[in-house]
């Protein structure tokens, strides 16, 4: 066998999975399959299918989502620079789906770095309504940013702040909530060695510790007839029968929507939580057991939860599942509203307006960069933005446009909510106004498509020409290459494309093309 398992993993899974143990103990000398997903803020299936780099096969749970070949580079094509396709493990493209977020939605991506299902949340908003997307490492939120940033993602909100928080600004607020909780990560063995290293020092009670008291905050923020789905990439029942068995004990309102007809996915195994109860695995978590004959409802919508098991489909070990509330009035703080979809704040996340009421500085919980926001942008830094978008821009920008300290925005949601809170992105990050002159962001440009913008320039692929851009040559590039709209002059700010999708900025001038791609994000191979 490829990896050692830890000696107590292998035996308690060999209890739950009996006859089947041998298989799925065979499964860890195979490789574990690399997938992808295109990401359809860019660029449509179909499309993405004439251009790859490497044959794809579909992913049976996932639309978007594709196995490639062992041995690919999914990360060294320029069409990755571009964000058309996010690589991706492809038991964990399931969860999204069953969420089910659709346009106009209020999304809560809660346990989100480094990010790939909250670009598939993303895709399915197709830029309507808000995703909040949250890690509570702040060394993780980095990643997350630059992918929320790579992939195009106009609507999304980017915090680095504890569930309990986030509720209490957005109370009762989202209609679809994904946890990813943070878990063992026994389902990881195969892809990741490390983790069957740290395995034998995480404690599964621990794990369930932040579970519960995630679930229980989930509740909070959830709006009538919402839908949560909670998803872990490890077998412990305890992480995963029994948190949800213990969730819907406490929020009556709730039942499992049952996973069916979906190829690949097994049911719950709620036995298994009796099976631990016997052995004392649950000694101090207080979890209760799930008798078939004393709790037949609870037992029949545990079966209905959801596994995705290495011996039996093409991807890593998952549990999900989805919980929806049946619409009824939920509990809620005495000193706050509960949430509803109102015209008056459609009108405030759509609007116009760069003012905005004044942010207090929360001293308790300071020490966030965009923790505190001007309570009006001022009049020259205004000017000096709008100028940037008449000159340079042909869309209609989405949201409210606010500062953070040098930092413009375009935020989906109302600003006030966001006061108090570790902001990493307040909105879709437009660029800095700084001594007079507004510089676009990398975000910008990456969300931005030919269309859009006065002046732009495809680079081929083929010719290395993008590669070079990517790396971040000057380049050398006749004028006539350049696609100007109406009478725009030639230099300034330019759009850089790769067969047409958008990568990062430039100025032309002369000639050359110079290079305005971030260090950051640059191609670093050979």
């Not at 978007?64 to 041995?71: E, K, L, R, S, V």
């Not at 580079?73 to 399931?94: C, D, F, N, W």
């Not at 000694?283 to 098991?309: F, K, M």
């Not at 040559?473 to 494309?497: F, H, I, M, N």
Request: with cysteine; net charge negative; aromatic share 8%.
């Amino acid at each position: 066998m490829a990896i050692r398992l830890p000696i107590q993993f292998a035996e308690r899974m060999k209890k739950m999975l009996g006859d089947e143990y041998e298989q799925f103990v065979k499964s860890y000398e195979s490789a574990p399959r690399a997938g992808i997903r295109v990401n359809t803020l860019k660029i449509d299936p179909a499309s993405f299918a004439e251009i790859s780099p490497f044959p794809l096969k579909p992913i049976p749970w996932c639309e978007t989502g594709y196995y490639i070949p062992a041995g690919s580079k999914p990360g060294l094509t320029p069409y990755y620079h571009a964000g058309l396709y996010y690589v991706q493990e492809p038991s964990a493209m399931a969860p999204v789906e069953l969420l089910e977020a659709k346009p106009g939605d209020h999304v809560l991506d809660l346990c989100a770095a480094p990010g790939g299902k909250s670009t598939q949340i993303a895709a399915h908003l197709k830029g309507s309504g808000v995703l909040v997307t949250n890690d509570i490492s702040t060394d993780r939120t980095k990643a997350l940013a630059k992918n929320i940033e790579m992939y195009g993602v106009r609507n999304a909100v980017v915090l680095n702040e504890s569930p309990e928080r986030i509720a209490d600004a957005f109370p009762h607020y989202f209609d679809k909530i994904l946890i990813d909780a943070p878990c063992s990560g026994e389902g990881m063995f195969r892809k990741d060695e490390d983790m069957v290293r740290q395995w034998e020092h995480h404690s599964i009670e621990r794990c369930v510790l932040m579970q519960r008291d995630i679930l229980d905050t989930a509740a909070r923020l959830l709006a009538p007839g919402g839908r949560i789905v909670y998803s872990t990439c490890t077998f412990a029942p305890e992480e995963n029968e029994a948190m949800i068995g213990e969730f819907l004990r406490k929020n009556p309102s709730f039942r499992v929507v049952p996973i069916r007809n979906v190829s690949g996915i097994s049911g719950g195994h709620p036995e298994w939580i009796e099976q631990a109860a016997a052995e004392e695995q649950f000694e101090g978590l207080q979890i209760e057991p799930v008798s078939q004959d004393e709790h037949p409802d609870l037992y029949a919508q545990l079966q209905g939860t959801g596994r995705l098991w290495p011996h039996l489909v093409e991807g890593e070990g998952h549990f999900v599942a989805v919980l929806q509330h049946d619409g009824t009035p939920l509990d809620k703080p005495a000193d706050q509203p509960l949430y509803v979809h109102s015209t008056v704040e459609k009108e405030a996340a759509h609007g116009r307006n760069i003012k905005s009421k004044k942010q207090k500085h929360n001293e308790k919980h300071g020490g966030a960069k965009h923790r505190n926001r001007s309570d009006q942008m001022p009049m020259d830094a205004e000017l000096v933005f709008r100028s940037f978008v008449a000159e340079q821009l042909s869309v209609d920008l989405p949201g409210q446009t606010i500062l953070y300290g040098e930092k413009v925005y375009q935020t989906p949601t109302q600003p006030e909510r966001l006061a108090g809170l570790r902001v990493i992105r307040a909105g879709w990050f437009m660029g800095s106004v700084k001594n007079g002159r507004f510089t676009p962001s990398q975000a910008l440009a990456s969300a931005l498509n030919a269309e859009e913008v006065k002046r732009s320039v495809q680079l081929i692929a083929e010719s290395g020409e993008a590669v070079k851009y990517l790396k971040g040559d000057t380049l050398e590039l006749d004028e006539d290459r350049l696609v100007k709209s109406g009478t725009a002059s030639p230099k300034g700010y330019t759009l850089v494309t790769v067969n047409g999708h958008s990568v990062g900025w430039a100025k032309w001038q002369d000639g050359r093309l110079k290079n305005e791609y971030p260090a950051g994000w640059r191609w670093t191979s050979v």
